[in-house]
């Protein structure tokens, strides 16, 4: 018998289950689709996403992103990314 509660469960909102959390994903290497895939899939939202130049980063793919892996935020909370546009 557990007696803390399950995880994902919600106890404040009556046990919804729902967190209402969007638990940012890391995004660094990613191309921008899976990125944006990762950003829908953790409960949070695409941001801005601009470009930039990078000698290391392959072209199209996330440089950096607005807020820290792992952050856990309100859901739908705004994950801006930059995606590299190559040399």
């Known amino acids: 018998v557990a007696s803390c509660p399950l995880a994902g469960f919600n106890t ?8 209402a959390k969007c638990v940012v994903p890391s995004l660094k ?18 941001g801005k996403v601009k470009k930039a130049k990078s000698s290391h980063v392959k072209k199209g793919r996330v440089v950096s992103q607005g807020s820290g892996a792992g952050k856990s935020l309100p859901a739908g909370t705004k994950v801006s990314v930059v995606v590299s546009k190559g040399k």
């Open 12 to 19: 404040a909102s009556g046990g919804s289950g729902d967190t």
């Open 29 to 46: 290497g990613k191309t921008l689709a899976s990125a944006e895939q990762a950003i829908t899939k953790a409960h949070c939202s695409v």
